[in-house]
């Protein structure tokens, strides 16, 4: 899980032991509180990602980059998939093809 993201960017924090989310807060400078899936990336033979369930309970999924945090609205990405058929994606598609994605700088 990535701490450093919930450190950085998210307070009235409170963690999940669940596979769906890890951690539930407050965007920093927001007041709507959300569910984040904040698991690493894993690998899968030749490329690295996430699987994420279409049942997920999680409102925002996180990427990062060397230098900010992306975060994807969970049912957005699962809309997309489903309406273009996709198995996988690239992140760079989502965040140019998807309406609600915020990208953090890092500290």
């Given at each position: 899980?990535n701490?450093e993201?919930?450190?950085?960017?998210?307070?009235?924090?409170k963690?999940?032991?669940?596979?769906?989310?890890?951690?539930?807060?407050?965007?920093?400078?927001?007041?709507?509180y959300?569910?984040f899936?904040?698991?690493?990336?894993k690998?899968?033979?030749?490329?690295?990602g996430?699987?994420i369930?279409?049942r997920?309970?999680?409102?925002?999924v996180?990427?990062?980059d060397?230098?900010?945090?992306i975060?994807?609205?969970t049912q957005?990405?699962?809309?997309?998939?489903?309406?273009?058929?996709?198995?996988?994606?690239?992140?760079?598609?989502?965040?140019?093809?998807i309406?609600?994605?915020?990208?953090?700088?890092k500290k």
């Amino acid at each position: 899980m990535n701490i450093e993201f919930v450190n950085q960017c998210l307070s009235n924090i409170k963690w999940n032991n669940n596979d769906q989310w890890q951690v539930e807060g407050l965007l920093k400078h927001s007041n709507q509180y959300l569910k984040f899936d904040i698991r690493f990336l894993k690998d899968f033979k030749d490329k690295k990602g996430k699987l994420i369930d279409s049942r997920s309970q999680a409102d925002k999924v996180l990427f990062e980059d060397n230098d900010s945090w992306i975060l994807i609205d969970t049912q957005e990405l699962i809309k997309y998939m489903k309406d273009h058929s996709l198995k996988e994606i690239k992140l760079e598609e989502l965040i140019k093809n998807i309406d609600w994605n915020i990208i953090l700088p890092k500290k």
